[in-house]
């Protein structure tokens, strides 16, 4: 695996997420009986645990269709995302009309809605299956769904929160991140102010006071005045989410033609990649302390497949809006380390997690966090980006 | 390391507890500015963070007071103990009288009450600081945290509990498992009934409740009827967890005067131990699916210190109460493996946190959930355990 053309990484992309990754979750995900999906597959693609999980009701709903809106007009993964749509829409809420974290396969509620992301992937789905299926009631709930995570921005967590007001008040990067990719995707259903202000919102966020000026280390969390903390949660770098976040950036300068912010943008990617990646066995690192001290995060050296597919998009799309040549040199190294380390060439699909050393830890197809769709996701940006071949 | 008589190793725990490990806290983590202890020390016994998290800060000071109590009335370890005991005192609880989780090093609360453990292991300090120095505030003030624990059981993480209510209540062998511990370090100070009841009710959770009768496994959740729940909470096993719990069971039976219990205790010992250990690696795995499927825990095969020093008082335990050969056998190979992978001949102390493989996964000395407790608790028991010799 070595030298290849963009347009021919572009084609393997393509082939593997529509004969290999898609066909596996068709086959082994649909519960047609109670609604929604399994994600706790084995590595052969069985059910191992029946609970749905509501980050991954959202997200394979709008997989299904994205394809269908993409890909191709096919029936069935109409069908597929509406068995999503309609279990979320029956089950998903409660009564403030916030989603649960999860549910049992018959919907009734596991995990109280704690977790806002639930809310933002719900939204995504909701709004990409009314786009595409036309029904005007979901394209509804997903604005009625953006603007209620809006207003619970300052404190997502509600209730649930554990931190003791006002000794420490810290800023989390996850919410703007994530904010900055949907915004995109609600683009065609909100108030045009309302997308611009968000995304102006975003941009400063991810790209100023989440950012350390001088090391262009980007750090998950900050004070409320933007600062470095000397804590734990500090101290935190996650390489994998920012970037992932310099893709969400890329796509806001596509749309809004600023190229600065593309530079920028694949600047502070290469700078996350160069930090994070294990010189040692491979691979980008979970987690780590920007200090070099020890991390809470038992899991910190792990290898996870989210980390890697993102930053296979980001350097694809890096590539495709400057061909800058580090981001194919770089897509190369990281191509070779994910599809050595976590494709599964007997059973389909990827291993969701490996050791430091690349061995596979969990041999899991699905579970509480993997579901059908960071592998599905970044083989299509991936095979949309490096398509039209050497810049 | 091998064929050693059991008073040998009881001295070597006892020298080491004395001149390596109590020392190694005694000079790098009180905090004489602000009262308290760090634990965040790296391997060299630095402070690498100074956040103070309440389960350590109750578990040193009752490190210290054993010490004081059971080995020598040294007046600087009683002033160690105090040093906690105080800051718990003026910076530990809430306006309800529970203890916060954790507290900046000048006492400010930075993370809430959502975690009873803090209040078991402040009241254990309590207790043992105030038999020891004789003032009667603390032995009171540990009398009323242990019945506020007891109120707060059906609900132990109050408000911050995430479980949807009724849809599949369970409930956690952590509670029971402690509370038999805690009764027993409270004995002298509580009425004798409440006494005998609580140590009968931890009697029936744990060595009914909890297990599975046909494997002897103990489960980490079971049904509020007592079954087994076929699903992640209820496939968990923690084989530590469990075989700590052991040696709080034979220490009830010594009390009782019960050598049924002890005989079963050490056998549901045995077994977890079996089914914990890693055949290819060594060691005793942190976390397994009892049907083994995938754990949610990303940690699961790693190698904890704490997991393996609880283990070697159980089997010195077991062997001090049964004469049971296959302890002493298991003793020797469970210190050959933590003595050669755990144990920090350069700088003192013990690593925490070990990869699958017996690799130092995270050089600390010291963190969020490592103080100063297991090392010198274990160091201590199996120099007692083990000092009378052959059975």
Request: charged share 25%; aromatic share 14%; with cysteine.
């Amino acid at each position: 695996m070595k030298q290849w053309r963009p347009e021919e990484y572009s084609k393997l992309y393509r082939d593997s997420l529509l004969e290999n990754v898609i066909p596996f979750w068709e086959k082994h995900s649909p519960d047609w009986t109670n609604g929604g999906y399994y994600t706790c597959l084995d590595r052969q693609g069985n059910v191992y645990d029946t609970d749905k999980f509501l980050w991954l009701q959202g997200r394979q709903a709008w997989m299904f269709s994205l394809l269908y809106q993409q890909v191709e007009p096919r029936e069935d993964w109409l069908a597929m995302a509406k068995l999503g749509i309609s279990f979320l829409s029956n089950y998903g809420r409660d009564h403030n009309g916030d989603f649960y974290f999860s549910l049992t396969k018959e919907g009734a509620p596991l995990v109280q809605p704690y977790n806002i992301f639930s809310d933002c992937f719900a939204a995504m789905a909701f709004g990409k299956y009314g786009l595409v299926s036309g029904e005007k009631v979901y394209t509804d709930q997903a604005v009625g769904i953006f603007q209620r995570i809006l207003e619970r921005q300052a404190n997502p967590k509600g209730k649930y929160n554990k931190a003791f007001p006002g000794t420490r008040p810290l800023k989390n990067f996850a919410l703007p991140m994530i904010l900055s990719n949907l915004c995109l995707e609600l683009e065609s259903l909100l108030p045009s102010e309302m997308v611009e202000k968000t995304l102006d919102d975003c941009i400063r966020e991810v790209m100023v006071n989440f950012l350390d000026p001088e090391t262009l280390l980007m750090f998950e969390n900050r004070t409320l005045e933007n600062e470095f903390s000397d804590t734990f949660e500090g101290r935190l770098l996650n390489p994998g989410h920012a970037i992932e976040a310099m893709w969400f950036m890329m796509d806001i300068a596509k749309r809004r033609g600023d190229q600065q912010l593309a530079d920028r943008a694949v600047e502070i990617m290469l700078k996350q990649l160069e930090r994070g990646w294990d010189k040692e066995y491979g691979g980008v690192f979970y987690f780590l302390d920007s200090k070099g001290h020890p991390p809470q995060q038992l899991e910190w050296d792990q290898k996870l497949w989210w980390v890697h597919l993102e930053t296979l998009v980001a350097l694809a799309k890096g590539y495709e809006h400057t061909g800058n040549p580090e981001c194919m040199a770089w897509f190369e190294k990281v191509h070779n380390y994910a599809w050595g380390k976590f494709y599964d060439p007997k059973n389909g699909e990827w291993f969701g997690y490996l050791n430091r050393k690349g061995e596979v830890l969990l041999d899991l197809k699905g579970g509480k966090w993997k579901g059908c769709f960071h592998v599905p996701r970044a083989l299509f940006q991936v095979w949309k980006s490096l398509e039209k071949g050497l810049r």
